[in-house]
């Protein structure tokens, strides 16, 4: 039974052994069992490199989320009870407000380092939904979501959702000009879903849109609901991060059976929490230094009033511009409204997206048929269709997030923003096929120059020109270990199906759902570049002996 | 290393490519400094404001060099009388002074160049030419008058007043201006402009005679005072305000922000996980070699 | 511990051609592990002291740091500005908190990774995976055990029992939603009807003055709210009704119209000479859109660009806005003061399913 999942067994040398511990461990230990739980922990190894770390960026910036928050949690009044502010900041003075933007008023300009807390908190956000992003997307180019990963990618998955939800409730919260704006594209969202909208907009806010109940409603989803089980996710994610051990590059020593690294303790230990502290220091320099979500110039919110350049924080973006370049399409029938104008740019786009990106894996797993455990990492080249597919889903991506400030765009490029929506609405369909295109003649090129590099060796930046005047770069052999790194890939070849029916006559066995596989399996591993031991042997043969 | 000196005149001749090579970061000084000097132009440029002066009672002498200059600059889009010309420009009998004085004080008129919308520039006549064909258009017909600088002139000491200006700025400007009046997006090109550099007299100008797209607020709609206290309230968030949290980015929102958090703040991440993540720099060959030969020890050997 | 079980081949592109006896002469077979090379610390005591010197040095800034935020706390007004060159004029107790922590973090951080780095172990350790799947034993003892506990509970054995709980099972969820529904009333019509009515003055919310009908020349924009939302009973409901009611006041000369002559003369006749309100709310998502071209009429909003034509009775002409905005039918009273007619003849802002 493997050590790391069996924390209850294996105690024949605890007996053996009489090992001197203090007394505190000892008192710890015959209550919980210390040293069984933990033993094989303290030295369990990590793989080193530093796309590694990029979900540590989201884990050390949730901590400090949530040391931030608890301070605002403090003075902030989650409540829309209307009061008049007589504050510190004077330009608002007597203005008529919620509670919960003048306490945030408060926070900001009466309590100390209040106003650093909060831009901590906000810088904190902003980097976290975006470390959790990049990290996903390292998942999704490395096939580190292959078997046994799965759950785990699933796990991950819905921390990214539930980021972007507690993102969202938190930029809301403060109850500025901006936020409440935001709010009010999300109850127009929501009177847009069929049959249910009118009654779950009205069930949400307690009645007409803004009513006194959302804020703090969303207060307590906010600071119990979505944090709780973002905690309770990220400690699974952990627990199985431990428990499946941590995937490597592929490269001398290092293969599908084994971990090559450095110990957690003491290595991971310092490094980790190091990183850690690194991260706080990044953020508290961004917080005193660069100020973010400047509340008091919004103003409170009023229904009646709104700012040009009226935008989401970065990761609703790119549901902002999906509504943006959505045509005005919208169907009456039999005395009934259907929004396609909202509904399709603010549900199915993104559901679709989100739904395709969840079950990736699955669908690979079922198009490779493959079934083995993977813990080596690929090389994004060598899986070309999946690069592909995700460039052109970042794409995708990417053109929706920049028809979200297509505004902007517009007045510093002095552009019309017709025309960028246009040119928008056209990219986000065009965009992702080229994209596609080029990433995959890109990823089968980078396989041709591995290829030149086992077969002939590393340019040297060498030039050596003969005696008739011919130049040419002096070529190094690749050492072993290289020669492994490059090729301790397999090369998926697409299924074979075989003739409909065998000799006998019998058909084959498999329906449509095989054939349907054979056709995805084509599509995406027909493309590929090989480098076969007999052509190395044939070159290696053909230079001679000099 | 020799240099090659053409080609197959001499034997052999080897040449490191990288010794042609500008250092890598060249490319990146050069750009910075192209960027920064861009910057500095437009800052230039852009600081030239436009003296303020109120308009007195106009002189014949006045009105007669009004004439004179409206004829010259202003007429072949105009007219001659001022009546307008049909597809080029509009009529501007009744416009007032209040308009000529914005729009030739700001640099948008004379207009150069065709396009969505007349923009700002450094204004090309003297306050006191424009003043002159300020007397002389008002003289075709009654308008809105340049207002006194007691008019325009905000009270930042006024606590209320600036307040109030939030209030009004934010219900009835923010929406085309932005919520600090860093300018907006309108339709098919046309922008509202940024009112970071305007300056008080230009401000009220503008609302008291709509300029191009932009709406009238007229004294019944918006009164004088209530136009004070959007001035005040924009000088102070220029001035006294700041930006309590540090650099403001522009004040365009949660673009720019975003922008920042996935250039700056993600590549410099990035570049700590790599320190991080690196292996450390191991001992060069000859290093080793010397402490195996001074200590007699094998230094592979970890243990 | 054995690992037949693991897959065989995660071998090179060549591999699979390759029998497992030819492996041997593979050129792209593993290495194996380099041979571990210290770094200058490890051999050279004076680089290990220099190292832990370094380290200790960022532990003491760290401290100072830490110290430092204490005094700046302490000492600096929260309400104290300060003029930064390349910042602008900024909170100096936020900027003097945020650097004072900040550096204290990143010396914290950085001292321990580099002394990880520098001065802990650089030899890399192997470790051996094993695979997920539980080994046949356990399985085999976990399944056996699983079916002595569905055999003793008797689940199979009484379907009455089984099928009865699974069905409350069915029914849990039921309350768990039932339960909310006083989270708001019904909608009703309230989607439908504005504080709006006959008579009611449309009052300018900048000077809370009503408007009247010659403070709108061309060109102007006005804002105008209800009359009755200002009074106090209507306090509690002050924001919810102004989400609905908040209308644009402008003047359009009679020329400027556009659309069928139906259209025009209805249009025209909402006005008072020209003199029309439109909501401020959007028909897309709602978003008050206010961005006012005076010259060409367009009504844009800047959340989405909807951009309305008001001389074509607020008609869609960009943007994802399905619906013209709506325009409320004014008069004038004997003062000379605007008023509505009646409330809007349509709902406004964002459409929802009973709409029609």
Redesign the interface.
């Known amino acids: 039974m493997s050590a790391t999942t069996a924390p209850l067994t294996g105690d024949k040398d605890n007996e053996a052994t009489e090992t001197k511990t203090d007394p505190v461990s000892r008192w710890a230990d015959e209550r919980l069992g210390l040293y069984k739980g933990t033993k094989s922990l303290i030295r369990k190894v990590f793989p080193d490199h530093w796309s590694f770390l990029l979900g540590e960026i989201a884990l050390f910036s949730f901590i400090l989320i949530l040391l931030s928050g608890v301070f605002l949690t403090l003075w902030f009044k989650p409540s829309m009870t209307e009061v008049e502010y007589h504050g510190s900041y004077y330009p608002l003075n007597g203005v008529s407000m919620s509670e919960a933007f003048a306490s945030t008023l408060n926070i900001s300009f009466d309590v100390r380092a209040g106003l650093l807390m909060r831009q901590v908190h906000h810088w904190a956000a902003l980097i976290f939904i975006m470390a959790i992003m990049v990290h996903s997307l390292r998942i999704f180019f490395t096939g580190a979501f292959r078997k046994p990963r799965e759950i785990n990618w699933l796990i991950g998955f819905t921390l990214m959702i539930l980021g972007l939800l507690e993102g969202f409730a938190g930029y809301s919260l403060p109850d500025d000009l901006l936020s409440g704006t935001g709010l009010r594209i999300a109850s127009g969202v929501v009177l847009a879903i069929p049959i249910v909208g009118t009654y779950l907009s009205y069930f949400l806010f307690g009645g007409d849109f803004p009513g006194h109940d959302f804020i703090p409603r969303l207060f307590t989803i906010h600071v119990l609901l979505v944090p709780a089980l973002i905690v309770g996710l990220v400690t699974a994610h952990l627990i199985l991060v431990f428990v499946q051990k941590h995937t490597q590059w592929a490269g001398p020593g290092k293969t599908n059976e084994n971990v090559v690294g450095l110990p957690f303790m003491p290595v991971y230990m310092a490094k980790a929490g190091g990183f850690m502290f690194v991260i706080f220091g990044v953020v508290f320099l961004l917080a005193g230094l660069v100020q973010i979500n400047p509340i008091w110039v919004y103003g409170p919110y009023t229904p009646d009033q709104i700012s040009a350049g009226s935008q989401p924080d970065w990761y609703i973006g790119f549901l902002e511009g999906s509504l943006r370049m959505m045509p005005n399409w919208e169907w009456n029938l039999w005395g009934h409204t259907i929004s396609f104008n909202v509904l399709i740019p603010s549900l199915v786009v993104p559901g679709i997206l989100f739904t395709g990106y969840a079950l990736w894996p699955f669908f690979e797993q079922w198009v490779t048929g493959d079934k083995r455990e993977h813990h080596i990492l690929d090389r994004p080249r060598n899986r070309p269709t999946r690069t592909a597919i995700g460039v052109a889903g970042i794409t995708f991506y990417g053109v929706l997030w920049l028809g979200g400030g297509n505004d902007l765009i517009a007045t510093h490029f002095h552009l019309s923003v017709e025309a960028l929506t246009w040119t928008f609405r056209v990219l986000v369909f065009v965009g992702p096929v080229i994209a596609f295109w080029c990433t995959k003649r890109i990823a089968l090129g980078l396989q041709r120059r591995d290829k030149d590099k086992i077969l002939h060796g590393r340019e040297t930046g060498i030039i050596k020109v003969s005696l008739d005047g011919e130049f040419s770069e002096v070529h190094e052999p690749l050492s072993a270990g290289e020669r492994y790194r490059l090729t301790a890939h397999e090369v998926q070849k697409p299924l074979e199906l075989g003739p409909a029916t065998d000799e006998n006559g019998v058909p084959r066995p498999g329906g449509r759902g095989l054939r349907l596989r054979a056709k995805a399996s084509k599509a995406m591993f027909s493309d590929h570049v090989e480098t076969t031991v007999e052509e190395y042997k044939e070159l290696e043969a053909g230079h001679g002996h000099h | 290393m020799t240099r ?1 000196s053409g ?2 005149k ?9 010794a042609r090579r500008r250092h890598p970061l060249a490319a990146f000084v050069v750009l910075f400094l192209a960027l920064g000097l861009i910057g500095a132009t437009y800052a230039t440029l852009g600081s030239a404001k436009a003296k303020a002066a109120s308009s007195a009672a106009a002189t014949p002498e006045q009105l007669a060099e009004g004439q004179k200059l409206f004829q010259s600059a202003c007429s072949s889009c105009h007219g001659l009388q001022a009546q307008g010309v049909q597809g080029s420009g509009p009529s501007l009998i009744g416009v007032g002074a209040a308009a000529v004085d914005f729009q030739v004080g700001t640099g948008r008129m004379p207009a150069m160049q065709i396009g ?1 919308q007349v923009q700002a520039k450094p204004p090309v006549y003297t306050q006191e030419q424009i003043d002159a064909m300020a007397a002389y258009i008002s003289s075709l017909g009654a308008g809105p008058d340049v207002p006194a600088a007691d008019v325009y002139t905000p009270d930042l000491s006024d ?2 007043s ?2 109030n ?4 700025f ?3 400007c ?7 009046g ?11 402009p940024p009112l970071r550099q305007t300056s008080e007299k230009h401000i009220y100008e503008a609302m008291l005679t ?1 300029p ?7 004294n ?4 004088p005072q ?1 136009k004070r206290d959007i001035i005040a ?1 924009l000088m ?2 220029r ?11 522009g ?5 720019s ?6 250039t700056i ?2 590549g ?3 570049v ?12 060069s060959r000859a ?2 070699a010397h ?1 195996e030969a001074t200590t007699g020890k094998d ?2 050997n ?1 243990e | 511990m054995s690992t037949d079980h693991l897959p065989e081949s995660v071998g090179g592109a060549g591999h699979g051609t390759l029998t497992k006896d030819a492996a041997a002469d593979d050129p792209f077979k593993d290495p194996g592990l380099p041979e571990y090379r210290p770094r200058v610390t490890d051999l050279d005591p004076k680089a290990a002291k220099r190292a832990e010197r370094q380290v200790a040095l960022l532990f003491l800034i760290s401290i100072a740091g830490l110290v430092g935020s204490l005094f700046c706390y302490t000492f600096i007004s929260n309400t104290a500005v300060v003029r930064v060159t390349g910042l602008g004029t900024v909170n100096a107790n936020n900027l003097a908190l945020g650097l004072c922590l900040g550096f204290a973090f990143l010396a914290m951080g950085s001292g321990a990774i580099h002394w990880a780095r520098t001065l802990m172990t650089d030899v890399d350790l192997v470790q051996y995976r094993h695979e997920m799947k539980s080994d046949p034993e356990a399985t085999a003892e976990a399944v056996s055990e699983w079916k002595q506990g569905v055999a003793d509970s008797g689940f199979t054995k009484y379907p009455l029992i089984r099928r009865s709980l699974l069905t409350a099972m069915l029914v849990l969820p039921l309350p768990a939603v039932w339960l909310l529904r006083d989270l708001g009333p019904m909608p009703k019509d309230r989607l439908r009807h504005t504080l709006w009515a006959k008579d009611q003055k449309l009052i300018n919310p900048n000077t809370k003055q009503p408007l009247r009908a010659e403070d709108i020349t061309v060109g102007t924009l006005a804002l105008a709210n209800p009359e009755q939302i200002y009074s106090p009973e209507q306090k509690e409901e002050f924001v919810d009704q102004l989400a609905k009611a908040a209308v644009l006041v402008v003047r359009l000369p009679q020329n400027a119209l556009k659309g069928s002559e139906e259209q025009k003369k209805q249009q025209w006749d909402w006005s008072v000479d020209g003199i029309m309100a439109f909501s401020k709310i959007c028909t897309h998502v709602g978003c008050p859109v206010a961005l006012y071209e005076q010259q060409t009429h367009h009504m844009l909003c800047p959340c989405h660009q909807s951009t309305f034509d008001l001389s074509d009775n607020g008609r869609v002409i960009f943007g994802p806005a399905a619906r013209s905005l709506p325009q409320l039918p004014i008069t004038v009273n004997a003062n000379g003061e605007l008023v509505a007619v009646s409330d809007f003849r349509q709902p406004v802002g964002p459409s929802f399913w009973e709409r029609g």
């Open positions: 090659t080609i197959g001499e034997s052999s001749v080897v040449n490191t490519l990288s969505p606590q209320g600036v307040a200006g939030g209030v009004l934010r219900s009835n923010s929406q085309c201006h932005n919520i600090v860093a300018g907006g997006a309108l339709t098919d090109g046309k922008f509202a709509g191009q797209n932009m709406p009238i607020f007229g019944s709609v918006m009164s209530n309230y102070h968030s001035t006294e305000a700041g930006s309590p949290g540090g650099l403001d980015l004040s365009i929102g949660p673009v922000e975003g922008l920042f958090v996935w703040v993600l410099l991440l990035i700590i996980a790599c320190w991080i993540g690196a292996h450390t720099t191991k001992a290093r080793v402490f230094a592979t970890n």
